[in-house]
């Protein structure tokens, strides 16, 4: 077994001599809220395991516990809300961890991932909370590629820095919430995080050269909503988000021709056997059973997009008793699903039937509130900067200096 190096006591008066407790102070943000993010890797049941991939160091609070070598396996585990680290013959309990690079300037390598700033292992429940702490800025250094197409060489410049902007705004609403133990998840729940292992240079150089701005509305940080291909028009915030209203998430038409025209998914297909789109309907609770038969599907009101306000589907069932279902909004996309079983793309789309097949032509993906990802794209190869799509998509909004004291 390769050795567990603890550090010398001379060194760093670390250790305890009687045990390897650790400090039964709890877990809690280690500066000023706004100067870190912590973000959600990875929620873990009561016990796991993981083995090391670069040297790294177990600390608990200010004091370092060991330094930990590649190779030697970490056994984790929530003992009564208190996180137990068995490495080899040393064992060490406290109310959390955190797991530090040996130098400030490289990342701390975790379970096939790179991340900068600190891991910490934290309980939550009978559970652990597996939280990557790093500055602002760095975080969206691992945010942007994976929200984002860079493109070729600097054509997508300006929507990359307008995007940055977005998502810097974004964040810091999500640090404004003061949760407990972490601020955002690391997927689409919030934003798609990859850490430092998917950095770009001209990602990094946007990051760098809009540092600090948001948009604000009203001297207050904006609510930036945004997806990937708006499908022609962008909607209106109250169509889709409960008691969101805002004067500037209104949609807006996405130019003449769509700019988001160059995205994939600006059109696409999908075809559902009857027998799926009824399961579809039973798995939601719209129906009791699955043997029912579908008369027909009317599209009964859209919104000013052309987003389906109202899809109504009448049926029959094995009795031949008359039912019918409404689908409304958003939900329809979580109702439907695609064939992938992923939310449907948007709701922006015609029905046909072909014999026993339900297709389902549409255009777009995602909610379609806010910036339109791929039209922001088209206007930054069209010339516009920054401070145009932004105010394109957000009008009415300003880009101002976030000042986090």
């Given at each position: 077994?390769?050795?567990i190096y603890l550090i010398p006591f ?84 406290g109310k959390y961890f955190q797991l ?95 850490g430092s292992g998917i950095e770009k ?205």
């Amino acid at each position: 077994m390769k050795k567990i190096y603890l550090i010398p006591f001379f060194i760093l008066l670390i250790l305890f001599l009687s045990s390897c407790s650790g400090s039964k102070e709890s877990y809690k943000r280690t500066t000023a809220a706004g100067s870190l993010i912590r973000v959600l890797l990875d929620e873990e049941p009561g016990s796991y395991e993981f083995i090391s991939e670069a040297p790294f160091y177990l600390k608990n609070g200010d004091s370092y516990l060991a330094l930990v070598n590649p190779g030697n396996k970490l056994v984790i585990s929530n003992n009564n809300d208190e996180v137990e680290v068995v490495i080899g013959d040393k064992n060490f309990s406290g109310k959390y961890f955190q797991l530090t690079s040996r130098s400030n300037e490289d990342p701390v390598a975790y379970r096939g991932g790179a991340y900068r700033g600190t891991i910490n292992i934290v309980p939550d429940g009978s559970g652990i909370h597996i939280i990557n702490e790093l500055s602002l800025e760095e975080y969206l250094k691992g945010v942007i590629p994976k929200e984002m197409p860079s493109g070729r060489g600097n054509e997508y410049y300006e929507a990359l820095k307008a995007f940055t902007i977005c998502a810097r705004t974004y964040t810091i609403t999500k640090l404004k919430e003061n949760k407990k133990l972490f601020d955002v998840f690391a997927d689409t729940r919030d934003q798609v995080y990859g850490g430092s292992g998917i950095e770009k240079e001209i990602i990094n150089n946007v990051v760098d050269e809009t540092r600090g701005l948001i948009l604000t509305y009203d001297d207050k940080p904006a609510v930036t909503f945004y997806s990937s291909t708006c499908g022609g028009h962008t909607e209106d915030a109250a169509n889709v988000f409960k008691n969101v209203d805002l004067p500037y998430l209104k949609g807006v038409k996405d130019g003449d021709e769509p700019y988001c025209s160059i995205s994939p998914k600006f059109t696409w297909t999908e075809t559902f056997p009857e027998a799926k789109f009824i399961e579809r309907l039973v798995s939601a609770g719209y129906l009791d059973n699955s043997g029912c038969k579908i008369q027909n599907i009317n599209i009964n009101s859209t919104f000013r997009s052309g987003r389906i306000n109202e899809l109504e589907i009448d049926l029959t069932d094995n009795h031949n008793n008359p039912k019918s279902v409404s689908l409304y909004g958003n939900n329809i996309r979580y109702v439907l699903k695609t064939s992938g079983n992923s939310i449907l793309e948007s709701n922006i789309f015609t029905v046909a039937r072909k014999g026993d097949d339900i297709i389902i032509n549409g255009r777009g993906y995602g909610h379609g509130v806010g910036l339109c990802q791929w039209g922001a794209l088209e206007q930054s190869k069209e010339g516009r900067t920054h401070e145009e799509i932004l105010s394109f998509y957000y009008p009415g909004t300003k880009i101002e200096k976030y000042n986090d004291q």
